[in-house]
């Protein structure tokens, strides 16, 4: 019965995390403007669209543009750069990962040597 249920679950994740994200083709089109807002890292807010890309993209890079009409007004962010950021209907927080735990003044690290302080 344990099997069943694991193999039951492995199987409804995927499905439900595809659920979570909903990027409907009939709603967002790629390469397509969508009034957002990126928060920079000192906490200021810009208000304006951004071009819908690749999520995989997003993760990276935001294009932002203050004018809808106007292309030359395309700024582009690096996610590292951003505290957070705004596309239609879906918010983003950015948060810096290192992508390891291992290494200097990681989790469970001290960040020099000697005792630790209180």
Not at 20 to 37: E, F, H
Not at 58 to 77: I, P, T
Request: hydrophobic content about 35%; aromatic content about 12%.
């Amino acid at each position: 019965m344990t099997r069943i249920s694991t193999v039951l679950t492995l199987l409804i994740l995927p499905f439900m995390a595809t659920l979570a994200q909903n990027w409907d083709p009939s709603v967002y089109r790629m390469g397509d403007l969508y009034p957002g807002y990126v928060i920079d890292a000192s906490g200021a807010r810009t208000d304006g669209y951004i071009k819908f890309q690749n999520r995989y993209e997003m993760q990276n890079e935001v294009l932002f543009f203050a004018s809808q009409e106007d292309k030359k007004s395309k700024v582009k962010y690096k996610t590292s750069d951003l505290k957070e950021y705004g596309i239609a209907d879906k918010v983003y927080h950015c948060i810096n990962y290192s992508g390891g735990l291992i290494g200097s003044g990681g989790p469970g690290q001290p960040a020099r040597e000697g005792r630790l302080h209180q």
